[in-house]
């Protein structure tokens, strides 16, 4: 038997999903969460084997639960993402909190299913349009860029876990002058946020 919570903000969603797997043979749904606060809660009361997760949620989105409940006591729940996106980074940035598949919402009923049995079963689950995004992804040359002095140190400390205010001080600079730094980063890296800026960062030796 496997068991599972479900986790996702549209109640109609919701009880599509969880009407799916109590009609399935060989699953039990032990929980349901409309946002990610509430997915990691579930997921810490009822300790599933998959938690079904939706990534654009209120309090805290798919990405951030996920990474929180991936780094649960074992036996840890396995995460599989399913969304209505597939952009590149928000592939990536669920790849690396931790997911075991990502799956969209427009796949078929038993795709669904036969990708919660193999990450159950501690495979992975990736649709076929996520599957060729990730290979094209990979192939590709990355883009060169080129960060100025002043936005390396920003980055790198950022990668400290400094917050703008610290970073301000440490530069002797103005916090707003910061978050600047901090835009032109995001914009030359085509990154929404710090934490996807330094894994990339990282990643292309640019810190």
């Known amino acids: 038997m496997i068991r599972l919570v479900i986790a996702d903000d549209h109640p109609v969603v919701q009880a599509g999903l969880v009407g799916l797997f109590a009609d399935e043979p060989g699953f ?6 409309s946002d990610g606060a509430e997915a990691v809660a579930r ?8 938690v079904l997760m939706d990534l654009r949620m209120p309090n805290l989105d798919g990405v951030a ?9 074992e036996p840890t729940p396995r995460v599989l993402i399913l969304t209505t996106y597939e952009s590149d980074d928000q592939i990536l940035a669920a790849i690396e909190a931790g997911a075991a598949g990502y799956l969209l919402k427009a796949a078929p009923q038993d795709e669904i299913i036969a990708g919660v049995r193999s990450v159950a079963a501690g ?45 301000a001080a440490d530069l002797g600079i103005g916090e707003s002058t ?24 990282m990643e292309r030796g640019l810190i």
């Open 28 to 33: 039990e749904v032990v929980g349901r969460a």
């Open 43 to 50: 997921a810490e009361e009822s300790h599933p084997d998959v």
């Open 65 to 73: 639960a996920t990474a929180t409940i991936t780094s649960l006591p």
């Open 123 to 167: 495979q992975t689950a990736l649709s076929p349009a996520v599957a060729a995004r990730l290979v094209t992804r990979m192939r590709a040359p990355a883009p060169t860029v080129a960060l100025t002095p002043r936005e390396t140190e920003v980055l790198r400390l950022v990668s400290q876990g400094r917050s703008n205010k610290l970073i």
């Open 178 to 201: 910061v978050k600047t730094h901090l835009l032109k980063i995001f914009e030359k890296l085509d990154v929404p946020d710090r934490t996807r800026a330094v894994t990339l960062a």
